[in-house]
């Protein structure tokens, strides 16, 4: 059943907006986009910093309460995933990560004429079926 699932909206910037978008997200260069993410009540966070906060977190208050931390580090300490994650910019609706179908949807279509243009090179949709995501190595747990 489809319903039980919520959803998350990701989009991918193009290198010369993905570090305005970090450092200065109320550029008028990223005005159109900004303007969408208002309208439905969204903000957006670069991968790369949530994954860098969740380590810093996780340093301050212990890593054992922190199942990911491992894998994190790893992640935000490559260099070709810190070029991959600094580019893509997790949408959240009223403060939430994940959200309904419908909200997910409606964010998308109005996003869709963005994509492949100068700002948004692309955009995904993801669902919080486990089936759907695959899981950290067991080394990582």
């Known amino acids: 059943m489809s319903s039980q699932w919520q959803y998350q909206v990701r989009i991918y910037l193009s290198d010369e907006f993905a570090e305005m978008a970090r ?27 949530a994954f860098a906060d969740y380590v810093a977190e996780a340093e301050k208050h212990g890593t054992e309460n922190y199942p990911l931390y491992e894998w994190t580090k790893a992640t935000i300490e490559n260099p070709a995933k810190k070029e991959k994650y600094i580019k893509s910019f997790t949408l959240y609706v009223d403060g939430n990560e994940v959200y309904a179908k419908e909200i997910a949807n409606a964010l998308e279509s109005d996003l869709q004429p963005l994509v492949g243009g ?12 486990p089936a759907n995501n695959p899981q950290p190595s067991a080394r990582f747990r």
Do not use: E, V, Y
């Open 118 to 129: 100068a700002l948004i090179t692309r955009m995904s949709k993801h669902d919080t079926n």
């Open 23 to 49: 450092r200065d997200p109320g550029s008028p260069a990223i005005g159109p986009l900004r303007d969408i993410l208002a309208k439905h009540h969204a903000t957006m966070k670069c991968q790369f910093d």
